[in-house]
């Protein structure tokens, strides 16, 4: 069986490719730097020995005006010897190409004449260099030019000292390319690992994250960069998550609560059945209590299904143009009996005529369970007021205002999550999803639900919905 190759993880890591990028890039433009620097010395040797050669030339073009061609000779044989004759030579030849004075040319007897060069400095008029190789390894750089109306120089200087130099700096670079390589990989490395060591931190904070354990936490720096940034991001998704899943744990608790009492009566009245019923009346008022607590269940599970839709947003509402103002007057002619029974004293207050887009049903579903809370929490002798009005030309804010014991503040926002009740409620008949319903189906239709509540005074559950400038047809 043939197992494929498999890199080794360094290589997979982003430290390795951030560091190789580095280590190149830095390289490549070190090696540019010197490549650039090699050229211009070398243009700057080449110049050098070229301005040399000229002033030679300017020599002999003025000993050849004052003492002829004679002096040109015996000046190119005492030039020769006090440089070196393997240091510089000079020719002197007619623009054909023939030769007739010159230095020791022992040395220099593999540099020739070349015609074409002569040609192009007939046709030009002015001076030509040339770079030859004298015995296959050393350059030299010649000049031909004119010194005299039909004399031509031809003269060359060893160019040992530039060679010597460019290999010099060739060593250099090389030793140096080697020694920039191996620091910019090192401190490419550790700048990388420093950059990357809050990514490390993360890591292990979420790995040592589990379902039990969510206190852990991404040490923040305050050096406000982008790592920094992304700690204090991932911090905050784990508040969230921690949240969430506090919310859930309390949700499942508080459902198994809600669900136990219930299930609990069920089981209770079927084993009284069972022990002490003897007639059939007795079992059909079990049944029917039966069947009352299994429509509570399903009310409750069928609430619990509305609110998930609705969040998720496949409520399926039907809107229409509703008369906000009706519908209000109705629901609370169906609470009058109620506050009656309760001696409580219960007004409805609607000036004008308003108009919503909304899913009748379900709008009034949310309203009967805010009203149904006021009277639910308000005690014998109290007041529950029902108010409407227009605000800012744009919402339509139905109040509903209570004089009951009024909500703790610690409370008074999460009243609205699923299957939350205060201590001060548990012995209430409720399943706490009236008003987490109530702030959805308000939220589906664009508007909210919000509480304002002192202690001891009473509450008031404002629901705010778009207002609409027209009329029922």
Known sequence: MYYGYRMPDLFRTISFRLTLWYTGIFSISACVAFVLFYYLAVSTLQGQTDQELLEKASQFSAVVQ????????????????????????????????????????????????????????VKKKSHVF????????????????????????????????????????????????????????????????KALLGVDTITRTAKQITGSNLQKRVPETGSKDE????????????????????????????????????VTRIRGMAEMAMIQGSTMDDFH????????????????????????????????FHFQQVDATRMIQQACDLFIPVAEDRQIRFTCSVAHTFYVNADIKMLQRAFSNLVDNALKYTDKGGQVMVQARQKSGENLEIQVID???????????????????????????????????????????????????????????????????????
């Open 66 to 121: 004052q003492d002829g061609l004679r002096g040109a000779s015996n000046l190119a044989v005492i030039e020769a010897q006090a440089a070196g004759e393997k240091l510089i030579f000079f020719r002197l030849l007619y623009p054909n190409g023939e030769v007739f004075a010159s230095s020791h040319m022992s040395y220099w007897k593999d540099i020739k004449v070349n015609q074409h060069l002569l040609d192009q400095l």
């Open 403 to 473: 004089s009951g014991p009024g909500i703790d503040p610690r409370f008074q926002e999460r009243i609205f999550e699923r299957f939350f009740r205060a201590e001060s409620s548990r012995n209430s008949p409720g399943t706490g999803l009236g008003l987490p319903l109530a702030r959805t189906i308000a939220q589906a239709h664009g508007g909210d639900v919000r509480l304002k509540s002192t202690p001891g005074r009473g509450s008031v559950f404002t629901l705010t919905l778009p207002y609409c400038n027209f009329q029922v047809i």
């Open 227 to 262: 790592l920094d940034h992304l700690a204090n991001t991932f911090n905050q998704m784990l508040d969230r998550i921690q949240t969430l899943v506090s919310s859930v744990r309390e949700m499942g608790d508080n459902i198994a609560h809600d669900l136990k009492s219930p």
């Open 130 to 193: 040339d770079t030859r190789t004298v015995d296959r390894t050393q350059k030299a750089r010649i000049l031909y030019a004119f010194v005299a109306r039909n004399v031509i120089l031809q003269t060359g200087i060893a160019m040992d000292a530039q060679s010597r130099f460019l290999n010099a700096f060739k060593l250099v670079f090389g030793v140096a390319m080697a020694f920039i390589i191996g620091f910019s990989a090192l401190s490419g490395w550790f700048l990388v690992r």
């Open 285 to 316: 008022a079990v049944a029917a209590d039966t069947i009352e607590e299994c429509d509570r269940l399903l009310g409750m599970i069928n609430t619990m299904l509305v609110i998930s839709r609705t969040e998720a947003g496949e409520s399926g």
